[in-house]
Structure formats: structure tokens, C-alpha cells
């Protein structure tokens, strides 16, 4: 069968909008990209920062919020089901106003108790590619959080001891 040229003209369109939905979802493996499915482990969950140990227990109303960040709780990469269980996640953050990554990171469940930590030095070289202000790839975070269903909010820390919020997400259960 021969295709004219005003037929194949007419159908280009939708040929390369077809290529171009064919490649997404196929990123390198980084937390973006990463599947859903989360690795199961039996080993006990990561000791939590140093710095965040004394901050377990408390709760968001213990800490001044802000706005002025952005960023996405984008997966969970592990789940941890041995003697200390709960779960590695993984996304990225930025302080709009500072123009920086937060160092350090929280995570607070439903109830607004602080129940992990984690902090960004992880390269994300795809967000300042998507968002202009972002100047850094270093804006990835990796977290270790003490629960294993239920929504879980990061927060990054802003160097005035405030909290904002970057994502929330189910970690599934």
C-alpha cells in the first residue's frame, strides 16, 4: 500500500506525539523515574541521622512553617520489614527564597509527629532542567522514615529552624 504525501502531511502530527509518549516514564534510574514497587528488605531500617535523633517524637507544632520552598516526595525505594522496620524514600527539595537545596530534611506523618529524617546530596540533574530558578543538581534528599503505611509529609528544614512542605505521600503499608 502507497501513502500519499498529503496522507502521511496529515498524519505526522500524530505520529510524533505517539513517539514522544512512547519514551515517558523511561528515565534513568533516579528517584523520578524509579518504579513504584519499592525493594523489600529484612534488614533493619538505616539509623537516622545523628542530628535528628533528639527531634523524634516531636511534633510540627513544634516548629515554625514557611512556604518558600518547592520539591516532590517522589518514592519509596525500600521497605525495611526487619527488626526495626519502615522505609527509605527518595525525592527532591529547594528553598525558593534562599535560592539553595536544604541540608536537612523531616517527615512527619498524619498526625503531624516527626518520624524521620533525611538530607539532599543526591544529583537530580532533570529539576533544573524542568524549573529555571533551580540552580543546582544537588537537590535530591534521601530519607529514612520510622513507619511503614500511612501518608507521609517531607519537610524541608529552612535555616531559620522552620518547616516547609515539599510532598506527601501514601508509602502503602
Same mark, same amino acid.
Given at each position: 500500500?502507497?501513502?500519499?504525501?498529503?496522507?502521511?502531511?496529515?498524519?505526522?502530527?500524530?505520529?510524533?506525539?505517539?513517539?514522544?509518549?512512547?519514551?515517558?516514564?523511561?528515565?534513568?534510574? =533516579?528517584?523520578? /523515574? %524509579?518504579? !513504584?514497587?519499592?525493594?523489600?528488605?529484612?534488614?533493619?531500617?538505616?539509623? @537516622?541521622? *545523628?542530628?535528628?535523633?533528639?527531634?523524634?517524637?516531636?511534633?510540627?507544632?513544634?516548629?515554625?512553617?514557611?512556604?518558600?520552598?518547592?520539591?516532590?516526595?517522589?518514592?519509596?525505594?525500600?521497605?525495611?520489614?526487619?527488626?526495626?522496620?519502615?522505609?527509605?524514600?527518595?525525592?527532591?527539595?529547594?528553598?525558593?527564597?534562599?535560592?539553595?537545596?536544604?541540608?536537612?530534611?523531616?517527615?512527619?506523618?498524619?498526625?503531624? =509527629?516527626?518520624? /524521620? %529524617?533525611? !538530607?539532599?546530596?543526591?544529583?537530580?540533574?532533570?529539576?533544573?532542567?524542568? @524549573?529555571? *530558578?533551580?540552580?543546582?543538581?544537588?537537590?535530591?534528599?534521601?530519607?529514612?522514615?520510622?513507619?511503614?503505611?500511612?501518608?507521609?509529609?517531607?519537610?524541608?528544614?529552612?535555616?531559620?529552624?522552620?518547616?516547609?512542605?515539599?510532598?506527601?505521600?501514601?508509602?502503602?503499608?
Amino acid at each position: 500500500m502507497r501513502i500519499s504525501r498529503t496522507t502521511s502531511a496529515r498524519w505526522a502530527p500524530a505520529l510524533a506525539l505517539l513517539v514522544m509518549l512512547t519514551g515517558c516514564g523511561k528515565d534513568k534510574d =533516579d528517584a523520578a /523515574g %524509579a518504579p !513504584e514497587v519499592a525493594v523489600k528488605s529484612t534488614a533493619a531500617l538505616p539509623d @537516622l541521622p *545523628d542530628w535528628a535523633k533528639p527531634l523524634m517524637g516531636k511534633t510540627l507544632q513544634d516548629f515554625p512553617t514557611s512556604k518558600a520552598c518547592k520539591g516532590a516526595f517522589d518514592v519509596v525505594k525500600v521497605r525495611h520489614a526487619g527488626e526495626k522496620p519502615g522505609v527509605e524514600a527518595a525525592g527532591w527539595a529547594w528553598l525558593t527564597e534562599h535560592k539553595a537545596a536544604p541540608v536537612q530534611l523531616l517527615f512527619a506523618d498524619i498526625g503531624g =509527629d516527626i518520624v /524521620g %529524617a533525611g !538530607e539532599t546530596s543526591i544529583d537530580r540533574p532533570d529539576v533544573p532542567k524542568a @524549573l529555571s *530558578d533551580v540552580t543546582t543538581t544537588k537537590v535530591g534528599w534521601r530519607g529514612v522514615i520510622r513507619a511503614t503505611s500511612g501518608k507521609i509529609t517531607a519537610l524541608a528544614a529552612l535555616p531559620d529552624r522552620s518547616l516547609c512542605a515539599v510532598g506527601t505521600k501514601d508509602i502503602g503499608g
